[in-house]
């Protein structure tokens, strides 16, 4: 079977790093900006002791931002994936436990949150969506190597990993050096 070229390898990744980066800005300006909704959605779970509800809540937007800066400019790439896929795989376990329990809540992963009436829950749309948001990370995790990243700029990844392992440089001048070492 053809492998596809490293160009459009790279391209793909950069785009789900992109692609997630946005997911976690938006994500989190949403929440920063309406604390109050925040900490009505965190408590809205009935997972956490009230004394955790309003540090999670606080600390909830501000990790979302962090790691949507790392993912835009390109640092610690796979590190950074790993704990978006953890992150992501805590908020489906959330949601799921809501659904299981017959709780009624709008998840808040994008503002809102906290309780709502009976049949306005969308949990199977709110799972799948984090679900294919998980996927770009797991992409990430697998194959970090992007266009225009600090992690390629700054040469992290290079050398034994071998062609997967590492973050292309983001310039055709690294780049071509990166083919030619077989990376």
């Known amino acids: 079977m053809r492998r596809l070229p490293q160009p459009v390898l790279d391209t793909i990744g950069t785009?789900?790093?992109?692609?997630?980066?946005?997911?976690?800005?938006?994500?989190?300006?949403?929440?920063?900006?309406?604390?109050?909704?925040?900490y009505l959605a965190v408590q809205?779970?009935?997972?956490?002791?009230?004394?955790?509800?309003?540090?999670?809540?606080?600390?909830?937007?501000?990790?979302?931002?962090?790691?949507?800066?790392?993912?835009?400019?390109?640092?610690?790439?796979?590190?950074?994936?790993?704990?978006?896929?953890?992150?992501?795989?805590?908020?489906?376990?959330?949601?799921?436990?809501?659904?299981?329990?017959?709780?009624?809540?709008?998840?808040?992963?994008?503002?809102?949150g906290g309780q709502v009436a009976e049949g306005q829950t969308a949990y199977p749309q709110e799972i799948l969506r984090d679900a294919g948001f998980a996927l770009l990370a797991v992409w990430l995790l697998v194959r970090p190597r992007t266009w225009i990243s600090l992690d390629g700029w700054l040469g992290w990844g290079r050398g034994n990993h071998g062609e997967d392992g590492g973050n292309s440089a983001g310039t055709p001048d690294d780049y071509s050096t990166n083919i030619a070492e077989g990376n």
Do not use: M, N
């Open 44 to 112: 809205a779970y009935d997972v956490l002791p009230h004394a955790l509800v309003r540090p999670v809540a606080t600390a909830l937007p501000l990790l979302e931002l962090v790691l949507g800066l790392l993912l835009l400019v390109g640092l610690a790439t796979r590190w950074v994936a790993g704990v978006a896929l953890v992150l992501l795989a805590v908020l489906v376990a959330g949601i799921a436990q809501s659904w299981a329990r017959g709780l009624s809540i709008d998840c808040g992963c994008f503002g809102g």
């Open 15 to 38: 785009l789900a790093r992109l692609g997630l980066a946005a997911v976690w800005f938006v994500s989190g300006g949403v929440k920063i900006a309406d604390p109050g909704q925040t």
